[in-house]
């Protein structure tokens, strides 16, 4: 038990159609947010974690802290205005013997503990990586509504978290960005911008993000799948 993870737990809840952070919304008996970390927690990887919140969100995170296991530490950094910022101030509070750190989007809170190990068994091995899977769409790129081009599919992997790397390169690469002004949306696209390579880990088609009411009706059905 040796990796750290910061989870990025500071948003809103627009896209969701909610008056607050989607990460407090009820799935099934407890809010979103719970059941990533309860996953995080399960995984024997995991021995620290950090939460980057907006203030205003501190009361409920905190009573969520209090419902799980204190069995690893959990640490409340506050959030950015952007997942990039939050990230950010994440990488700014993480303990002086951390080199290494994972990363996963409070809102993926279907990831299986077994796939927190796997990421941390490649972090072992890789400077950077994402879990991903391979795309089951064709995928257009389009101008307007006129399509440009149509990738192989055979090249095309969709992106989820966790999330790896080694803690100096994204800290520098993260530098960078601040100085040139680039707007990400992940931190792989950050190492990617700065020259350095991102490898891939199998994710899991369940991981989904929970963005709409869709996705939370989704995540319901395979949560109570898994629990029958
Ligand atoms: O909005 P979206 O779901 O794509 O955000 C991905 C993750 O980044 C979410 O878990 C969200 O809470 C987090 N985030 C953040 N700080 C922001 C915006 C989003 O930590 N300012």
Known sequence: MTCHLLIPAAGSGKRMGADRNKLLLPLIDKPILQWTLEAAIAS???AWIG??????DYPDFQQIF????QLKP???IQGGATRQASVFNGLKS?????????IHDGARCLATPELFDRCDAALQRMQGFIAAVPVK??????????IVDTPNRDRLWAAQTPQGFHLEALKNAHLKALELGWEVTDDAALLEKVGLAVQIVMGEETNLKVTTQQDLAI???????RSS
């Open 44 to 46: 024997e990887a995991i």
């Open 51 to 56: 939460v980057m919140a907006q203030p205003h």
């Open 66 to 69: 209090n419902e799980i296991s």
């Open 74 to 76: 959990i640490r409340l």
């Open 94 to 102: 993480l303990p002086a013997d951390c080199d290494r750190v994972l």
């Open 137 to 146: 769409d064709t995928i257009k790129v389009v101008d307007g509504l006129t």
């Open 219 to 225: 995540a319901e059905f395979i949560l109570k799948q």
